[in-house]
């Protein structure tokens, strides 16, 4: 009889190889057959369940996005409510880790996103769940409007992501988190709220 193959496993070895690839060669050599090489095989031991690159990628970006929710969501729920989006800020911004590859394989995705239906309809899905947790940290935190604070948050740590990895000797991680960091503490909060005034900006 064959040998029974967990399906599970195998995409987390197909993602765990993909990752490799990344990490030694950068993520534009990311292919089927390097990944299957990778694994010691065939390119079908990659495409009996991934049939395309992009597929590939996702199943990679999948799994760290998993595991990103678990940490992030355990980070804040550690800290007071008034600290929680400034604790999910610096969570975002510091690398560990395979994330600062992880995040040259998102570029991949997004380069192709507009041609790519599941790879468009996967990055709407992650921006909408992402987008909500901080609308939820700076909700939490005593925001005056805590739906634009979390667009204006969202739309930094993603130019910051882009920014570490096209120029990270410019761009280190402590100078884009205190940018953004200072940035968001800035932005008007309910009076009263977590001791805060209205506006914790002293020019607004």
């Known amino acids: ?8 496993k195998r995409l987390a070895d197909i993602a765990d190889a993909t990752v490799r690839v990344a990490l030694t060669s950068g993520a ?6 390097s990944v299957a090489r ?5 390119t079908t031991l990659v495409t009996n369940y991934l049939p395309s ?4 990628i996702m199943n990679a970006l999948d799994r760290a996005r998993d595991r990103w929710r678990d940490e992030r969501d355990q980070a804040v729920a550690e800290v007071p409510a008034p600290g929680r989006l400034a604790a999910m800020l610096e969570w975002s911004l510091t690398s560990a880790d395979d994330d600062a590859v992880m995040r040259t394989l998102i570029l991949e995705i997004v380069a192709n996103a507009a041609v790519e239906p599941e790879l468009r309809e996967s990055l709407h899905r992650e921006s909408v769940e992402f987008q909500s947790a901080l609308t939820s940290a700076a909700t939490d935190a005593g925001y005056a409007d805590p739906a634009r604070v979390a667009k204006l948050a969202y739309l930094m740590l993603r130019g910051a992501y882009i920014a570490t990895t096209e120029d990270p000797d410019h761009w280190d991680e402590a100078q884009v988190r205190e940018v953004i960091v200072d940035a968001v503490a800035g932005l008007p909060r309910i ?3 977590h001791g805060r005034a209205v506006h914790d900006d002293p020019a607004a």
């Open 1 to 8: 009889m064959p040998r029974e193959v967990d399906t599970g």
């Open 28 to 33: 534009q050599a990311v292919t089927i057959r």
């Open 38 to 42: 990778e694994l010691g095989g065939s």
């Open 53 to 56: 690159r992009a597929a590939l």
């Open 191 to 193: 009076a009263g709220r």
